[in-house]
C-alpha cells in the first residue's frame, strides 16, 4: 500500500528557504521516478519538479534555479530544497510516484503547507 508523508513546510518571509523531506513506503521506491506537486486553488496537483531513478531532475520553468529536488534511495525518502521563496510558491505541498500502480492513481498524502509572506 503506497504511502508518503510530507514534511517541513511552514512559514517564511519573501527570500527565505525550506527543506522539504518526504518518506515514501508501499511501493519499490527506487524503481519510480518521483515527484514534488503543489496544489492549485482548483485542486489540481501540478508538478514542480522531478527526479529519475538514476537522479536526472527536470523542473517547471518557475521554480528552475531555486528549487533542487534529490532523493535517498537507501532511505525511501525524497527532498525538495527550496530557495528564494516568493508569494506564488505559496501552496500545499505534496510528493508522489510517477507512474504509479493504477490503484494508487488517485492517491496523495496530506501533504506539508509552505507560505511566503512578510
Known amino acids: 500500500q503506497l504511502h508518503v508523508v510530507e514534511s517541513g513546510g511552514g512559514s517564511v518571509q519573501p527570500g527565505g528557504s525550506l527543506s522539504l523531506s518526504c518518506v515514501v513506503s508501499?511501493?519499490?521506491?527506487?524503481?519510480?521516478?518521483m515527484g514534488w506537486y503543489r496544489q492549485l486553488p482548483g485542486g489540481q496537483h501540478d508538478l514542480v519538479a522531478s527526479?529519475?531513478?538514476?537522479?536526472?531532475?527536470r523542473y517547471a520553468d518557475g521554480v528552475k534555479g531555486r528549487f533542487s529536488i534529490s532523493r535517498d534511495n537507501a532511505q525511501n525518502t525524497l527532498f525538495l530544497h527550496m530557495n528564494s521563496l516568493n508569494g506564488e510558491d505559496t501552496a500545499a505541498y505534496y510528493c508522489?510516484?510517477?507512474?504509479?500502480?493504477?490503484?494508487?492513481?488517485?492517491?496523495w498524502g496530506q501533504g506539508t503547507q509552505v507560505t511566503v509572506s512578510s
Open positions: 527526479v529519475t531513478p538514476s537522479g536526472t531532475t
Open positions: 508501499g511501493i519499490s521506491f527506487s524503481t519510480y521516478a
Open positions: 508522489n510516484a510517477l507512474g504509479r500502480p493504477t490503484q494508487y492513481k488517485d492517491y
